[in-house]
């Protein structure tokens, strides 16, 4: 039992090794050099802004090489929120008392628009067709794109608080915290999203949502709600780039190399299952040699309990115990004494036989004498029953005599 111990926690301590060395290359979150309050993909770059009110973007994979966006000339005070779609960044700020929308190409080379937004918004989503504001009560207004003119429409909607968006999709959180959906055009009522309690901040290519939920854990949604491993650090906003299939992290507790983060959609653990799955054969080989093993230890066990089980059952039943031979040997002496009385009165038995039935025959002659003759010869009969007697006696005697 030992080797089989031995064996099954090497291939244990193995797989154990290739899952602490290995797990962390395929789904722990990579940082990025930098620090950013909110970051958004478009185009095969990153853009994000700081809480310095700058705006920074990288071209994709981004290792941290970011470059500063200038945006000097719109004399910016804050930057109040970013977004993207698959071609345009989208930049929402205030200049002195008002608040502005700033349209640039993803690869921030051609012209930038600015337009004047009509409310006090603080928040910004991009549909296939529009660009959507928000403020701080709910109201919301939308913009068709590519909105370089500032006809803004107003939504009279202001129930629902707008978190993300996708094409044809804008999704929210209601009062009791419940994740809401709707069109992007809000000509429809708001749904529930299952029951799913916390913000929705993206979805991926495969239909997977993303947010955070009221304790700040993040999580993904497809049908269910998991639980999304973030490394230990605290999600403030979670983005998807669906071209390359990643998420992008910012958080409130930095990295060693600041609080940007990224990951693959869907993590790759091929490699390492070809790595861990022949060993973990092997351990289920050794598991099953052990239950194989045992198992033929139960069933010998079985039949020597059963055949214990008969052999008493036997002895109680014909009282065998330890002086079972003496007593046997005795009784055998005495039965054979037995069988020899018992012959001895058979032989005498048989010495007297042939007389025995000499008389008996002389008897039954006798009688058949008086029964037919006595009635025709009277007292003659007695003398020739006399005669019959004698004849009896002499020839029982010759008989008894050759017989022996």
């Known amino acids: 039992m030992s080797t089989f111990q031995s064996e099954y926690e090497t291939s244990t301590n193995a797989i154990d090794s290739i899952v602490s060395t290995q797990l962390s290359s395929v789904a722990n979150w990579m940082n990025v050099p930098g620090s950013l309050v909110k970051a958004s993909s478009a185009s095969g770059f990153i853009w994000g802004f700081n809480a310095g009110n700058s705006v920074y973007t990288c071209s994709l994979p981004c290792t941290g090489n970011w470059k500063p966006v200038d945006l000097t000339q719109y004399s910016v005070n804050t930057i109040l929120d970013l977004t993207t779609d698959e071609s345009n960044v989208y930049i929402l700020f205030t200049a002195n008392t008002e608040t502005h929308l700033l349209v640039s190409d993803a690869a921030n080379q051609g012209v930038k628009t600015v337009i004047t937004v009509p409310f006090s918004a603080i928040s910004i989503f991009s549909t296939h067709t529009y660009i959507w504001a928000q403020d701080l009560k709910n109201n919301k207004v939308k913009c068709s794109k590519p909105c370089t003119m500032p006809n803004w429409q107003v939504s009279s909607e202001s129930s629902v608080k707008i978190t993300s968006s996708d ?9 009791a915290g419940q994740a809401m959906q709707t069109d992007e055009n809000i ?12 913000t929705i901040y993206g979805k991926g290519s495969d239909g997977t949502l993303y947010g955070i939920d009221s304790n700040q854990s993040a999580f993904s949604f497809d049908k269910k709600m998991s639980p999304l491993f973030t490394n230990g650090y605290e999600p403030t906003h979670i983005t998807v780039d669906t071209n390359s299939n990643s998420l992008w992290m910012t958080t409130a507790n930095p990295g060693d190399s600041g609080n940007i983060f990224t990951r693959p959609e869907k993590p790759d653990y091929s490699t390492l299952m070809n790595s861990i799955t022949p060993i973990d054969r092997t351990r289920d080989k050794i598991a099953d040699a052990v239950e194989t093993k045992y198992e033929r230890q139960t069933d010998i066990m079985v039949v020597n309990k059963q055949v214990s089980d008969i052999i008493a059952f036997f002895k109680k039943m014909f009282n065998i115990d330890g002086n079972t031979a003496k007593k046997a040997n005795t009784q055998s002496g005495s039965l054979q004494m037995n069988i020899r009385e018992t012959q001895k009165k058979l032989d005498e038995f048989n010495e007297i036989q042939p007389i025995l039935i000499g008389l008996i025959v002389t008897l039954c002659a006798v009688v058949i004498l ?8 009277g007292s003659i009969t007695h003398v020739l029953a006399i005669l019959v007697i004698g004849a009896g006696i002499i020839i029982t005697t010759n008989f008894s005599s050759s017989y022996k």
């Open 370 to 377: 008086y029964a037919s003759m006595y009635s025709f010869l």
């Open 187 to 198: 000509s429809s009522t708001w749904q529930p999203l299952a029951d799913v309690k916390g």
């Open 167 to 175: 094409n044809s999709t804008l999704y929210g959180v209601d009062p």
